[in-house]
């Protein structure tokens, strides 16, 4: 394998399969994977045959390779103070426009399964929408039940990979969860969530007197990003982060024999310096 790096993935049971529109050829997987350069910088020019893909061992034709077009949900605390709510309105807009062409939809965590866009709208609509929605600082957070809504709306595409963006300013205190069976709804989702999450800093606080993050725990089981920052300012910087992030997201499409279970999967990507960091493996 001289000039290959590679990366070893587990191969991911519980990740939903793919929809007909998007299925693989039969007896196709796919590995969700960014590639970065020595510098630490996404890398997307690349032809199948850049790529070298082994599962259980054995090599794997891989047949495509396209930037990343899974559905996204993006959630926003309609609740935060006044004075975050536009920048939260500004930042969410620029992201929308910085992760490629995807399918993606917003709500606010006080509508539960109320989203104000669909998948099938437009990306000019789905900005309309958001800039009409409504700062709410009476209304009740109903986080949980909105991430759940989400997850469920993602599950029913029965895309191999899908995302739920939570921007929000309340964490959920774990130790107090009264809506527990909610949690499970969301895990076999397969969706990846993602946290943004204005809350005081805690750092210098006693051991174990700050209550777990519920949020934070959901992204962690996820494989998702955990942002916590401290001003209106800040928001726009971490979900730029973010949209870098998924931006550089590549599916890349391999075939297997038909009736060959799923095993260790690995990555390779034939390019000096450059290094496969592995996210999942659809099923």
């Not at 509508?111 to 099938?120: I, K, P």
């Not at 921007?167 to 009264?178: E, F, G, K, S």
Request: aromatic share 4%.
């Amino acid at each position: 394998m001289s000039g290959w790096t590679a990366l070893t993935l587990a191969c991911l049971a519980a990740l939903p399969a793919a929809p007909a529109a998007a299925q693989p050829q039969q007896g196709g997987r796919i590995v969700l994977a960014t590639v970065v350069n020595a510098q630490g910088r996404p890398v997307v020019d690349f032809e199948p045959d850049d790529f070298l893909v082994t599962e259980g061992g054995r090599e794997r034709e891989v047949v495509d390779i396209h930037i990343a077009d899974y559905p996204v949900v993006l959630l926003l605390d309609a609740g935060v103070e006044e004075a975050f709510w536009p920048a939260i309105k500004t930042a969410a807009a620029r992201f929308i426009t910085r992760i490629g062409e995807r399918p993606v939809t917003i709500g606010s965590l006080f509508t539960g399964d109320r989203l104000v866009s669909s998948f099938e709208d437009e990306r000019a609509t789905v900005l309309e929408r958001l800039a009409n929605l409504p700062h709410d600082p009476e209304g009740r957070a109903d986080t949980l039940p909105s991430v759940a809504a989400a997850a469920r709306l993602l599950q029913d595409t029965a895309a191999p990979f899908s995302a739920i963006i939570i921007v929000t300013a309340r964490a959920i205190d774990a130790n107090q969860l009264v809506q527990g069976s909610l949690l499970p709804v969301i895990l076999e989702s397969g969706a990846t969530v993602h946290v943004i999450e204005n809350r005081p800093d805690v750092s210098g606080a006693a051991p174990g007197s700050a209550p777990p993050d519920l949020l934070k725990i959901l992204a962690d089981q996820t494989h998702g990003q955990y942002t916590q920052i401290f001003t209106a300012a800040s928001y726009p910087i971490a979900m730029d982060r973010l949209a870098d992030k998924l931006a550089g997201e590549m599916m890349i499409q391999y075939v297997v024999p038909p009736g060959a279970a799923p095993a260790d999967v690995r990555v390779g990507v034939r390019r000096p310096g450059a290094r496969v960091v592995g996210l999942g493996v659809s099923k």
